[in-house]
Antibody, heavy 121, light 110 residues
């Protein structure tokens, strides 16, 4: 059974860089069919897609976040990473990683439990 | 990119049917059959219940069904059960090669 587990600091200071990892077990992130994605949800609000990445390096980003986002895969550790620079309070959210079935499959069939990141001094 | 439009809330009694709408544009729902729906009880991760407009993943009850007409997609839940109470989100692929979510709908089972 595929499992995704997000981890990272729960508190980040304004203007600093948010860094999260998603450990994938029960399957390889190098499997050709799949993209790996990050989605976030501010407290009490809706979901927002951040970016998706394939191990071939093909990636897609939310235009509103693209200039601040780096998404990467570490195939040796079977992990997906997210970096978000110059954070503000508006970046406070639960961050989820998820699996996206391939270039034509714009949906997420497996999700991690999410990790809350608070941006505050 | 603008979020898809969903009603903030819907409600129904056990056994009844409810439909949640999701309105987009001719740049997303109107031209792509890449609409999906997620169920999210409070404090949990979203769960995929419909993908590519009408398809149900394995394990999702047949009570959940999806459809699309023009720029609007719909999720219908028939035979409402108390455990269906949750937030529901739609998404669509867009012509900008991005993905956009709806604002979410809270389903209350009376």
């Amino acid at each position: 059974q595929l499992r995704l587990q997000e981890s990272g600091p729960g508190l980040v200071k304004p203007s600093e860089t948010l860094s999260l990892t998603c450990a994938v077990t029960g399957g390889s992130i190098r499997t050709s069919h799949y993209f790996w994605a990050w989605i976030r949800q501010p407290p009490g609000k809706g979901l927002e897609w951040i970016a998706s990445l394939h191990h071939s390096t093909t990636s897609h980003h939310n235009p509103s976040l693209k200039s601040r986002v780096t998404i990467s895969l570490d195939t040796s550790k079977n992990q997906v990473s997210l970096k978000l620079t110059s954070v503000t309070a508006a970046d406070t959210a639960v961050y989820f990683c998820a699996r996206q079935p391939g270039e034509g499959g714009w949906f997420f069939d497996y999700w991690g439990q999410g990790t809350l990141v608070t941006v505050s001094s | 990119q603008s979020a898809l439009t969903q009603p903030p809330s819907v409600s129904g009694s056990p056994g009844q049917s409810v439909t949640i709408s999701c309105t987009g544009t001719s740049s997303d729902i109107g031209i792509y059959d890449r609409v999906s729906w997620y169920q999210q009880p409070p404090g949990t991760a979203p769960k995929l219940i419909i993908y590519e407009v009408t398809n149900r993943p394995s394990g999702v009850p047949r009570r959940f069904s999806g459809s699309k007409s023009g720029n609007t997609a719909s999720l219908t839940i028939s035979g409402l059960q108390t455990e269906d109470e949750a937030y529901y989100y739609c998404t669509s692929f867009t012509s900008s090669i991005t993905l956009v979510f709806g604002g979410g709908t809270k389903l209350t089972v009376l």
